[in-house]
T-cell receptor, first 113, second 113 residues
Framework: GENVEQHPSTLSVQEGDSAVIKCTYS??????FPWYKQELGKRPQLIID?????GEKKDQRIAVTLNKTAKHFSLHITETQPEDSAVYFC????????????FGKGTKLSVKP | ETGVTQSPTHLIKTRGQQVTLRCSSQ?????VSWYQQALGQGPQFIFQ???????GRGNFPPRFSGLQFPNYSSELNVNALELDDSALYLC????????????FGPGTRLTVT
């Protein structure tokens, strides 16, 4: 079955710096890759997603890139702010799998003022 | 547009007991997926319901079962509770099966003693 690995497990940056979180997946049939932000005690919040027919997607300070050949995708956050501090999860879904999302183990991002 | 809601917020049960968790899907969504999130881990797919039928299942035993109602709300039932069932149970709704965006509810924190 699909396996998603996420690195790093923790990331600490200064406010204003960029943060990059990387994920790899095992099943080449995966075609949908969402990213979720989960603050302590709150629900996972969908922040951006990408499908296998595009290589990059941006939304203000957040961008996601996808390399299908290497089977990895990354989340880029620019000009980080303290409110970006949270746990970020990547996930992958295989076409025809009824939308079963396979999640990575998460990255705890801390943005220091 | 109303978001995904879940009840109860917290629950404490004894090993061997049974529990029912409830989820109301977001307006316009007809599909509900359930996930188990252990402390410090990413969510794990339990199963998905579409048009009142189970439409996919993860690696969970049969004592985890569910229902979906005509209004697309859903229940997760767990029989013969074990200590390892202690976790945050999340439901997510989407516009359909397959690679649609999934939006999570706030979760139910289940503690089994």
């Amino acid at each position: 079955g699909e396996n998603v690995e996420q690195h790093p497990s923790t990331l600490s940056v200064q406010e204003g710096d960029s943060a990059v979180i990387k994920c790899t997946y095992s099943d080449s049939a995966s075609n949908y890759f969402p990213w979720y932000k989960q603050e302590l005690g709150k629900r996972p919040q969908l922040i951006i997603d990408i499908r296998s027919n595009v290589g990059e997607k941006k939304d203000q300070r957040i961008a996601v890139t996808l390399n299908k050949t290497a089977k990895h995708f990354s989340l880029h956050i620019t000009e980080t702010q303290p409110e970006d501090s949270a746990v970020y999860f990547c996930a992958a879904s295989i076409e025809g799998s009824q939308g079963n999302l396979i999640f990575g183990k998460g990255t705890k991002l801390s943005v220091k003022p | 547009e109303t978001g995904v809601t879940q009840s109860p917020t917290h629950l404490i049960k004894t090993r061997g007991q049974q529990v029912t968790l409830r989820c109301s899907s977001q307006s316009g969504h007809n599909t509900v997926s359930w996930y188990q999130q252990a402390l410090g881990q990413g969510p794990q797919f339990i199963f998905q319901y579409y048009r009142e039928e189970e439409n996919g299942r993860g690696n969970f035993p049969p004592r985890f079962s569910g229902l979906q109602f005509p209004n697309y709300s859903s229940e997760l039932n767990v029989n013969a509770l074990e200590l390892d069932d202690s976790a945050l149970y999340l439901c997510a709704s989407s516009r359909g099966t397959g690679s649609y965006e999934q939006y999570f509810g706030p979760g139910t924190r289940l503690t089994v003693t």
